[in-house]
T-cell receptor, first 113, second 108 residues
Framework: DGGITQSPKYLFRKEGQNVTLSCEQN?????MYWYRQDPGQGLRLIYY???????QKGDIAEGYSVSREKKESFPLTVTSAQKNPTAFYLC????????????FGPGTRLTVL | SNSVKQTGQITVSEGASVTMNCTYT??????LFWYVEYPSKPLQLLQR?????SKNFGGGNIKDKNSPIVKYSVQVSDSAVYYC?????????????FGTGTRLQVTL
């Protein structure tokens, strides 16, 4: 079955450490997105990538970095510069054409201790 | 750029009808996606409204930049967070701005 996988589901890290969240899709989608979800704040866009080797900052990119070396993979690194990294992180991809539906991964809940 | 506004929280009794608003600014007429997030489950697509099928959805329409979702005779199982997403560029992916979501709570 086609879809998006994110791993791990729960992640714990010590303050000051960088951590990388995985996002893989087998939908052959060009565009991929990372969102952060906090209580009462909905989904906020961190980074997005429309094509391999290209990505743009979203609304809250500070303290995060991404790479897009392969079409199916869009890892997100939460750096020590991110002041409030504890959150739920969602990865998504979108197909072109009429449907344009976004597919979402199950998410990773990151807790920084 | 888009701005998207949604009602924050709605509490209704089971069997009631509820309208969840989504108003937005955009330079054209987007396709409007509604997603639903049930507790502990991934976001999933609920409906997709376009200029062509807008008349099939309750209230407002894309021309008015006001596209609510209407649910009739809601059940407790409909309790979830509902997000709207206006997507303007159909053929090219772009920066996507979700609404902040409406938390629907249905009580017995």
């Amino acid at each position: 079955d086609g879809g998006i996988t994110q791993s791990p589901k729960y992640l714990f890290r010590k303050e000051g450490q960088n951590v990388t969240l995985s996002c893989e899709q087998n939908l052959n989608h060009d565009a991929m997105y990372w969102y952060r979800q906090d209580p009462g704040q909905g989904l906020r866009l961190i980074y997005y990538s429309q094509i391999v080797n290209d990505f743009q900052k979203g609304d809250i990119a500070e303290g995060y970095s991404v790479s897009r070396e392969k079409k199916e993979s869009f890892p997100l690194t939460v750096t020590s510069a991110q002041k409030n990294p504890t959150a739920f992180y969602l990865c998504a991809s979108i197909g072109q054409g009429f449907l344009n539906e976004q597919f979402f991964g199950p998410g990773t809940r990151l807790t920084v201790l | 750029s888009n701005s998207v506004k949604q009602t924050g929280q709605i509490t209704v009794s089971e069997g009631a009808s509820v309208t969840m608003n989504c108003t937005y600014t955009s330079t054209g007429y987007p396709t409007l996606f509604w997603y639903v997030e049930y507790p502990s489950k991934p976001l999933q697509l609920l409906q997709r409204e376009t200029m062509e099928n807008s008349k099939n959805f309750g209230g407002g329409n894309i021309k008015d930049k006001n596209s609510p979702i209407v649910k009739y005779s809601v059940q407790v199982s409909d309790s979830a967070v509902y997000y709207c997403l206006p997507l303007l560029k159909i053929c090219t992916a772009s920066k996507l701005t979700f609404g902040t979501g409406t938390r629907l709570q249905v009580t017995l």
